[in-house]
């Protein structure tokens, strides 16, 4: 099955610690990205990656890093940095159509989520 | 500062009915528009995709899109109460190698059967 996978479905971090959530897709996408969604709200992008080895800071980049060493692969670090950060993180993943006009669709799939909670 | 604004709701509606669900955007460089659905706890799905003025229909959901006044909307008809969710509105702003996705808030939608 094609998709897109996060692991862990849960996760729970004391204070100062660091944690890493997984994200993994076999759809052979060029573009991954990180969002984060908090209780009532929309989706607010952390980082996204359109190629290996290259990523791009989203609005909310503070107190997060990734990596984006595999196609296949772009790992979340929250670090001890973030001072807020239980949420639910959302991974996903497009098509980058290098020949693409202006009205291009680039349909993003999501990953079934993380729910990150500070102890 | 770029923005995507949707009625937070709960909007409610009787089983059958038209759902209509709305979103404005603040850029004028926004080029497409997504409509997701996201289920409580779940991870949002891609319902509906539109980037030229006018209707596009798809079953029972119509996107309307009037780029002059910076809206777009969603239609659903015959509306079940397995549609009940949360519908984001989502915008690409510019082109070319720019993929980034803006989106709203969402809006909660309940069926009522």
């Known amino acids: 099955d094609g998709g897109i996978t996060q692991s862990p479905k849960y996760l729970f971090r004391k204070e100062g610690q660091n944690v890493t959530l997984s994200c993994e897709q076999n759809l052979n996408h060029d573009a991954m990205y990180w969002y984060r969604q908090d209780p009532g709200q929309g989706l607010r992008l952390i980082y996204y990656?359109?190629?290996?080895?290259?990523?791009q800071k989203g609005d909310i980049a503070e107190g997060y890093s990734v990596s984006r060493e595999k196609k296949e692969s772009f790992p979340l670090t929250v670090t001890s940095a973030q001072k807020n950060p239980t949420a639910f993180y959302l991974c996903?993943?497009?098509?980058?159509?290098?020949?693409?006009?202006?009205?291009?669709?680039?349909?993003?799939?999501f990953g079934p989520g993380t729910r990150l909670t500070v102890l | 500062q770029k923005e995507v604004e949707q009625n937070s709701g709960p909007l409610s509606v009787p089983e059958g009915a038209i759902a209509s669900l709305n979103c404005t955007y603040s850029d004028r460089g926004s080029q497409s528009f997504f409509w997701y659905r996201q289920y409580s706890g779940k991870s949002p799905e891609l319902i509906m995709f539109i980037y030229s003025n006018g209707d596009k229909e798809d079953g029972r959901f119509t996107a309307q899109l009037n780029k002059a006044s910076q809206y777009v909307s969603l239609l659903i008809r015959d509306s079940q109460p397995s549609d009940s969710a949360t519908y984001l509105c989502a915008v690409r702003i510019g082109g070319g190698s720019n993929y980034k996705l803006t989106f709203g808030k969402g809006t909660l939608l309940t069926v009522n059967p």
């Open positions: 990656s359109q190629i290996v080895n290259d990523f």
């Open positions: 996903a993943s497009s098509v980058v159509d290098r020949t693409t006009t202006l009205y291009s669709y680039n349909e993003q799939f």
